[in-house]
Nanobody
Framework: QVQLVESGGGLVQPGGSLKLSCTAS????????MGWYRQPPGKQRELVAE???????NYADSVKGRFTISRDNAWTTVTLQMDNLIFEDTAVYYC?????????WGQGTQVTVSS
C-alpha cells in the first residue's frame, strides 16, 4: 500500500506565501504523474497543478504565474510553492500520485487565506 502525506498548510494573509509538500512511502510503486487538487468550501474538487515523468507541468488558469509545482527525481516528494495567495485559494489541498493501475491520494491539508 502506498501512503501520501501532505504538510505545510495553514492560515496566511492575502499576498502571502505557503509551500505544500507531499511525501510518498510504502509498497513499491512507479508514479508517472504527481500533482495537487483542491476543494474550496461548498465546491467540487479541482485540479491545481500536475507534473509528469517528462517534467512537464500543467496549471489551472487561476494559479498560473503564482504557483509552482516540483518533484524530486525519485518520485517520493511533490511540492507546491504558492505565492501571492488570494481569498479564492482557500481550500483543502490534496496531493496525488498516479500509476498505470490507479491513483493514490493524501488526506488533505487546509489552506486558509484570510486577513
Amino acid at each position: 500500500q502506498v501512503q501520501l502525506v501532505e504538510s505545510g498548510g495553514g492560515l496566511v494573509q492575502p499576498g502571502g506565501s505557503l509551500k505544500l509538500s507531499c511525501t510518498a512511502s510504502g509498497s513499491i510503486y512507479t508514479f508517472y504523474e504527481m500533482g495537487w487538487y483542491r476543494q474550496p468550501p461548498g465546491k467540487q474538487r479541482e485540479l491545481v497543478a500536475e507534473i509528469t515523468s517528462s517534467v512537464n507541468t500543467n496549471y489551472a488558469d487561476s494559479v498560473k504565474g503564482r504557483f509552482t509545482i516540483s518533484r524530486d527525481n525519485a518520485w517520493t516528494t511533490v511540492t507546491l510553492q504558492m505565492d501571492n495567495l488570494i481569498f479564492e485559494d482557500t481550500a483543502v489541498y490534496y496531493c496525488y500520485g498516479r500509476t498505470i493501475v490507479r491513483a493514490y491520494w493524501g488526506q488533505g491539508t487546509q489552506v486558509t487565506v484570510s486577513s
